[in-house]
């Protein structure tokens, strides 16, 4: 079975929804499709935290063996990260919240979903933003 980038971004959203029981099943069932996964948490105020959260995908991709140590594949996980950012922001800036990354890898498709819950007094928002990008293929 071709695994096309709409499977990728799904196993994204999983893993940055996943609690961390759920996340090593995930994990398990993804790798049988050839899908690699990663997910890791993330908090703070949105507006001083944007670098540690590439920079937290970036690691936990490298860590997870989802891309390898080259500038290529760092663009990637740092593009799709910020794409995911971008679409945060609209709801976070300058608020905090707390959530997880989820990063997914099938062939050329990465993609990085951030799921968070944006806390204001009382009140509770939740918000997710999704990143997308090609690399090639490992040989």
Known sequence: MKVNSVEVAKASIKMA???????????????????????????????????????????ASKRMGIIKDCHIHDGAVVGAAREAILQVSAKANGLNLGGKIGIARCDEHISVCIFASIGLLHLNEVVIGLGHRSIPIDK
């Open 17 to 59: 929804t996943s609690d961390r029981t759920e996340e090593k099943m995930l994990q398990e069932l993804f790798k049988e499709k050839n899908i690699l996964t990663a997910a890791v948490d993330i908090g703070g105020n949105l507006n001083n935290s944007i670098s540690k959260i590439m920079e937290r995908a970036l690691v």
